[in-house]
């Protein structure tokens, strides 16, 4: 599952975080990549969700927004924006990488963890990209850096401390390894294409409805100046070539909770099941 969570934007933060603790508790995802996710000192929205659900978590920051500055209330004060990861199975390593820019000042970053499932480890990568239509050239950019850790080409950068991550980048790419992104574009958009040679689309693999969107103009605080994205299907959850696994289904979530959307993006669920000996491509 993979979800832009709005981080401490309005409208009220707290009351979108019950909705969305209530759609996970419904869903009760195995691994979930979050965006736009808060973080205070050494707690994040990830740790908060991780212990309602009895998972592990990591976050790791900056990402995309910019935080406001001033702070837009007292509740934005300190926070820190950034990606994070729960899972249902240990994380083992992590690494942040660094995304492309040439025009912000503060270069996002990409998580990228490695799981210890039962069957097999898995690799998982949580990122967003840049959004605004000047910048498409950072756009591009980042979505070309995120298929090279896809395609384990950067996988040897040092891990953060305290992990045991793996150095080889061959072995790396050989784990079945899955992208959680808002990547502010869809798969028809030239900022897709990187991506797309080197790994599935689990909506496409899960037989998702061809109409479905994730930034839709029917929640009352969507973003609407973002033409280049609103009504598209912007959030993404791919998986690389070679992978050895079934998409059974995919979907969105689009109702509110007690009448309110818990976030102005749709969360995206695949059902994927992992099948050795059944290679994706």
Known sequence: MTWNVLWRFDPDWRDRERGILATLD???????????????????????????????AAFAGPSLPPVPEPPEHPDQAG?????GLVSRWPISSVRRHELPISHR???????EAELRHPDAPLRVIVAATEWE??????????TSALARVIAGAE?????????????????????TTFLLADLNCDASQPEFAPLA????????????????????????????????EIDRRIDHILVNH????????????????????????????????????????
């Open 26 to 56: 419904r869903l009760e995802p195995d691994v979930l990549g979050l965006q736009e996710c808060w973080s205070v000192g050494d707690a994040s929205q990830a740790d908060l969700i991780a212990e309602r659900l009895g998972l592990h």
């Open 79 to 83: 926070v820190r924006m950034g990606v």
């Open 105 to 111: 000042q503060v270069a996002p970053v990409a998580l």
């Open 133 to 142: 239509p000047e910048y498409a050239d950072d756009h591009v950019a980042q």
């Open 155 to 175: 996988a040897g950068r040092p891990a953060e401390s305290g992990s045991d991550a793996r150095h080889d980048p061959a072995a790396s790419a050989a784990i």
């Open 197 to 228: 040679a080197v790994a599935h689309d689990s909506w496409e693999l899960g037989h998702g409805d061809a109409h479905a969107v994730t930034l839709s103009s029917a929640v009352p605080f969507a973003p609407l100046e973002a033409t280049k």
């Open 242 to 281: 070679g992978a050895e696994v079934s998409v059974e289904a995919a979907f969105t979530v689009a109702e509110p909770v007690d009448g309110q959307y818990p976030s102005d993006h749709f969360p995206v669920v695949a059902d994927v099941r992992l099948m050795p000996g059944l290679r994706t491509a």
